[in-house]
C-alpha cells in the first residue's frame, strides 16, 4: 500500500474535532508531525519499540508535550496511520501552522525516526525527500539535517 493511500482520514473528522477541543494540549499539527514520524518509522516494514521511544522524545523535547500528551499523541497517529488520507494533508497543516525554523525541526525530528535503527532505507530515504519538497525544506538543508542526526547517532 502506498503512502498516499495509508495515511488514511487521519484529519478528516480527528482534526477538525481536535481543533474545536480547547483543552487539549495536543494540536492537529503536532498530530501531522507524530504521524508523518510515524510513517517515516514503518517504512522499512518494522516500526519497533526503539522507533517508538525515538518519537516520543521527540514529541517531549521538540514540540513540548508532557509525557503522558506524548504517549497519547503516538497512540493516535499509530491508530490512524493505516487509514487513508493523502500526505499532503498532514504537510500542508504543518506548512501552515510552522515558521520556517519549526519545519526544520521537524524535519530534524523526522531523521532521528529514520536512523532510530541505524539504518536508513530507500523507502524512507524516498519519503524524506517528498516530505522535504512539501514543507519547503531544500534539498541540501535536508540533507544539512540528515548528517546533523547521522553524527548525533554516530553513524558517520
Same mark, same amino acid.
Given at each position: 500500500?502506498?503512502?498516499? +493511500?495509508?495515511?488514511?482520514?487521519?484529519?478528516?473528522?480527528?482534526?477538525?474535532?481536535?481543533?474545536?477541543? *480547547? +483543552?487539549?494540549n495536543i &494540536?492537529?499539527?503536532?498530530?501531522?508531525?507524530?504521524?508523518?514520524?510515524?510513517?517515516?518509522?514503518?517504512?522499512?516494514?518494522? !516500526?519497533?519499540?526503539?522507533?517508538?521511544?525515538?518519537?516520543? *522524545?521527540?514529541?517531549?523535547?521538540?514540540?513540548?508535550l508532557s509525557? &503522558?500528551?506524548?504517549?497519547?499523541?503516538?497512540?493516535?497517529?499509530?491508530?490512524?496511520q493505516s487509514?487513508?488520507?493523502?500526505?499532503?494533508?498532514? +504537510?500542508?497543516?504543518? *506548512?501552515?501552522? !510552522? &515558521?520556517?525554523?519549526?519545519?526544520?525541526?521537524?524535519?530534524?525530528?523526522?531523521?532521528?525516526?529514520? !536512523?532510530?535503527?541505524?539504518?536508513?532505507?530507500?523507502?524512507?530515504?524516498?519519503?524524506?525527500?517528498?516530505?522535504?519538497?512539501?514543507?519547503?525544506?531544500?534539498?541540501?538543508?535536508?540533507?544539512?539535517?540528515?548528517?546533523?542526526?547521522?553524527?548525533?547517532?554516530?553513524?558517520?
Amino acid at each position: 500500500m502506498s503512502i498516499f +493511500t495509508k495515511l488514511g482520514k487521519f484529519f478528516s473528522d480527528d482534526a477538525v474535532a481536535e481543533r474545536g477541543n *480547547k +483543552t487539549s494540549n495536543i &494540536d492537529a499539527e503536532k498530530l501531522a508531525a507524530a504521524a508523518l514520524m510515524v510513517e517515516v518509522a514503518v517504512q522499512d516494514g518494522n !516500526f519497533d519499540d526503539l522507533e517508538r521511544k525515538t518519537i516520543e *522524545k521527540s514529541l517531549i523535547e521538540k514540540l513540548g508535550l508532557s509525557p &503522558d500528551d506524548a504517549k497519547e499523541l503516538l497512540i493516535k497517529a499509530e491508530d490512524k496511520q493505516s487509514q487513508s488520507i493523502q500526505i499532503l494533508s498532514f +504537510t500542508r497543516d504543518i *506548512k501552515n501552522h !510552522f &515558521d520556517d525554523e519549526g519545519r526544520v525541526r521537524i524535519m530534524e525530528m523526522l531523521w532521528d525516526v529514520v !536512523f532510530a535503527d541505524g539504518e536508513e532505507d530507500d523507502y524512507e530515504s524516498n519519503l524524506m525527500r517528498r516530505i522535504a519538497g512539501l514543507l519547503y525544506v531544500s534539498d541540501r538543508q535536508s540533507g544539512q539535517i540528515r548528517k546533523k542526526v547521522m553524527q548525533a547517532k554516530n553513524l558517520l
